[in-house]
């Protein structure tokens, strides 16, 4: 196992087939010089995406961190996608879901994607979180298979059922990608930084 900020995380899952965790990461807040710690992210992708980011070939890891043209690129690879966000710091699930919802929201209104569809498509996500509550070691995963511009989200809690949702919605998933795997302006900027470093190597080889 690969422990993020003592969070297990496995090396290697199967969805349709092996992904490998290449990038993990945290999300976190500093108040008064006290760090508070929320989730624990495990970003899984199929090796084969490196064949996808060839012409980053030889930069290092903290070039490739402030390169949001490059994790554009790998955003829209054509690999499968696999996110596994752990919960740290017990939170409600409508709290997790405003933060989701807000930067959804944004990204499309800045790109003018902001339309009924998507507001009905984000609403339906929001919802899915509202009635959950995050427990530390609680379980979202967002799955976006190789070739469809849908996601599946998932939640897992201790004592209950897993509980899914799809979202069908091309724009509302590329900025659901975007808000965990879009570079600079990314949730985690540690996810971020060990995405580079882990993709500078593998480019390497």
Known sequence: MVMVDEVPFPPQITTTKP???????????????????????????????????????????NVLAEDDDFFEALINAPVEKFLRVVVIKEIKGSQYGVQLESAVRDRLAADDKYEEEEEEALEKVVEFFQSKYFKKDSVITYHFPANS?????????????EAKIKVENANVVEMIKKWYLGGTRGVSATTISSLANTLSAELCK
């Not at 990461?25 to 060839?54: M, N, R």
């Not at 599946?152 to 809690?157: K, Q």
């Open 19 to 61: 992904l490998s965790l290449l990038g993990h990461g945290i999300t976190d807040i500093e108040i008064h010089f006290l760090q508070i710690k929320f989730t624990a992210i495990g970003v899984y992708l199929e090796p084969e995406v490196v064949g996808h980011l060839q012409q980053w070939k030889g930069k290092p890891g």
């Open 149 to 161: 511009a849908t996601a599946e989200i998932a939640f897992t809690t201790e004592g209950k059922e």
